[in-house]
């Protein structure tokens, strides 16, 4: 037989490997930054065009490359950062691999400038799908420029996976944030479409975190230092009351390499124990310097894993220096003067934010009625019904959080059997309507009856509601008396300003000041001015999460979001008219069943149901 094995072609090779270090636009902008700082630059400019599918270009002033190295940089394995294996464990440079412009030549247009500072004149290098079109001498400051141009033209496949331009975006930003954080001794700026983005001066860490993600981040920041034999850590972790729903500003720095990893993240929320609501993220920027020896930043191909020798040890003391820099915060003057300055004990503050949940949730007075056999209708009615109330006191006012909170609290029927009877409205014959625990709307229906959720109810009816607003584009807008000004940092501002037409269409008017200020002179009808801010941040929130894989439909997401953000909450109080007009006006939505986000709306119960109890 005969022989079957080739060697496949360099440029087939490359394509193949391509896959592995070009997974999108952000992958190419990481690589080309990476490249930059390893150069030494001082300054460097990125340059996107449509999220970096028709051009993705850096340029820097580092110091550039020699004729042959700037023909050579395109090879597979061409690198001038290691020369032997053993150069891998002392690594103080970003790449190493040598084949990030391999693989970028591949898969596109690739255009090189570059010179070096004692040369006269550069070198201009022009390769598409590995093949050098051109190479010529040319007049070019000190420094290298490399353009990317149209991402895997000759892998259609791949292009076509790209997700929408917003989303690509998102991800080039997120690289951008994390390579400008780890080096603020560099000046950084960012273009796309021609408008700037970034413009990052040199400047110390708290600065350069304040400059990405907008002023209102600094007063946000608690410093933590710590400095063992083993490791060095600096940086800044986010005081507990500004912890987020999103992960979104989470930065480890490990020798200046952004890395991912899920066990030292669990050393810091650790160190928040008791101090973050339910499903809060902290936000932290965190550098760890550790010897290059005790590292293995090799098991990746993108590089944002690493493998420490001694896990335990790092995971022990971050989690510790977070939690004395919290404590440090905690007993700040302003929270509490007499406080002892035990910090490890962080209850007194766990209080301060949740008081209600504190002092209930373990309360169920019934049980222990139970026990000693003595519960009479008395008992019935004063204390327990009392108590259960009490849990409401402190919810109503606590903004979109609280509903969390109380789906915690474990409800028993038998208390509210009891309000029944205490509550001469409730047994009243005309009303048709009844409200259950601040949280069902009971209604009867020829058959029997319905329970309705309340706040998922008034979810779907306010969703089809600015759904359809924002389609027919006619909004009913009211405009403020007082612009409002809110601040947003420049990738919450991205957000927003994709969103602009369609909040348009729902009644938001609004204007881009100076210094990521956003005017807001006209909100819609049904919007509260003093929810704007929280429906803002719930949006910008919202888009951050949406799974990348999912068809994102901007309209979609923010008839959702404002919906979730202004429906009535668990725990209000609803008089007979709201109820009744809540429970029409579901009934007249397109889709009654389920909430937007697909959840049960309402069940219903018949008589025959009843009965069947009864037997
Ligand atoms: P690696 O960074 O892993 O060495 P790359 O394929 O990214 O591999 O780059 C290959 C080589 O090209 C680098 O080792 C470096 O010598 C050179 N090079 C790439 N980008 C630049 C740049 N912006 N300035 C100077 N030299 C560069
Ligand atoms: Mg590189």
């Known amino acids: 037989m005969a022989d079957i094995i080739q060697l496949l072609p360099d440029h087939v090779a490359n394509q193949i490997a391509a896959g592995e270090v070009v997974q999108r636009p952000a992958s190419v902008v990481k690589e080309l930054l990476e490249n930059a700082i390893d150069a030494g630059a001082s300054t460097i400019k990125l340059i996107i065009k449509d999220a970096g599918k028709t051009l993705i270009q850096v340029i820097d002033d580092g110091k550039g490359m020699s004729v ?5 940089s395109f090879e597979r394995h061409a690198t001038s950062k290691i020369r032997s294996a053993d150069d891998l464990f002392q690594l103080n440079t970003k790449g190493f691999r040598g084949e990030a412009l391999a693989s970028i030549a591949a898969i596109a247009h690739v255009e090189l400038k570059t010179k070096q500072e004692q040369d006269e004149i550069g070198t201009s290098i022009v390769i598409e799908g590995s093949e050098v079109v051109s190479q010529d001498i040319v007049v070019t ?18 292009r076509n996976f790209l997700k929408s331009n917003p989303v690509e975006t998102r991800h ?18 960012c273009f796309h479409n021609g408008s700037e983005q970034f413009n990052l001066p040199i400047s110390n860490y708290r600065q350069r975190i304040v400059n990405i ?33 999103s992960r979104g500003e989470q930065f480890f720095f490990v020798n200046n390499r952004f890395i991912k990893s899920a066990y030292l993240n669990h050393a810091i929320s650790s160190a928040y124990e008791g101090l973050l609501k339910d499903g809060a993220h902290a936000s932290y920027f965190l550098n760890l310097i550790v010897d290059p020896q005790t590292i293995d930043i090799n098991i990746h191909p993108t590089k944002t894993e690493i493998k420490f020798d001694d896990e335990h040890t790092l995971y022990a003391i971050l989690r510790a220096s977070v939690k004395h820099s919290l404590g440090q915060f905690n ?37 222990e009625d139970k026990k000693v056999g003595s519960y009479t209708a008395s008992n019935y009615k004063k204390e327990p019904v009392a108590n259960w109330e009490s849990l409401y006191v402190g919810l109503e006012s606590k ?6 909170d109380f789906n915690e609290v474990h409800f028993e029927s038998e208390p509210e059997i009891a309000s029944i009877f205490n509550d001469p409205k409730a047994v009243e014959e005309k009303q048709s309507t009844y409200q259950l625990h601040k949280k069902y709307i009971i209604s009867t229906i020829k058959s029997g009856m319905l329970v309705i959720d309340q706040k998922r109810a008034h979810q779907r009816v306010l969703y089809e509601d600015f759904l359809q607003h924002i389609t027919v584009k006619e909004g009913v807008s009211q405009q403020l008396l007082f612009p409002l000004t809110i601040h947003f940092s420049s990738r919450e501002l991205e957000i927003i300003r994709q969103l602009k037409q369609d909040l348009e269409h729902t009644g938001f008017v609004f204007n881009l000041l100076e210094n990521e200020v956003l005017e807001i002179s006209g909100v819609p009808v049904s919007v509260p001015e003093s929810e704007v801010s929280i429906i803002l941040e719930q949006l910008i929130n919202d888009v951050e999460n949406e799974v990348p894989d999912s068809h994102f439909s901007a309209t979609d997401l923010l008839a959702k979001s404002m919906a979730k953000s202004l429906a009535i909450k668990t725990g209000q109080s609803l008089s007979n008219v709201e109820q009744e007009h809540l429970v029409n006006s579901l009934f007249a939505c397109k889709e009654p069943n389920v909430s937007p986000t697909n959840r049960v709306t309402f069940i219903t119960m018949t008589v025959d149901e009843l009965e069947k109890k009864f037997m």
């Open 68 to 72: 042959t190295d700037a023909r050579l």
């Open 141 to 158: 400051p000190k420094g290298t420029s490399i353009s990317v141009k149209n991402l895997f033209f000759n892998i259609p496949a791949r």
């Open 172 to 189: 080039i930003i997120d690289e951008f944030h994390r390579v400008a954080l780890a080096h603020s001794s560099i000046c950084f700026s």
């Open 213 to 245: 993600f907008g002023t209102k981040t600094n007063e946000k920041l608690v410093p933590v230092e710590e400095d063992t034999e083993v490791l060095k850590i600096s940086g800044f972790v986010g005081k507990p009351q500004y912890a987020k729903k």
């Open 331 to 367: 007993i700040a003057p302003v929270l509490d003067f007499e406080r002892d300055s035990n910090l490890d004990t962080p209850y007194n503050y766990e209080q301060k934010t949740e008081p209600s949940v504190a002092v209930d949730s373990g309360f169920n007075p019934f049980q």
């Open 399 to 404: 903004g979109t959080k609280s509903q969390n």
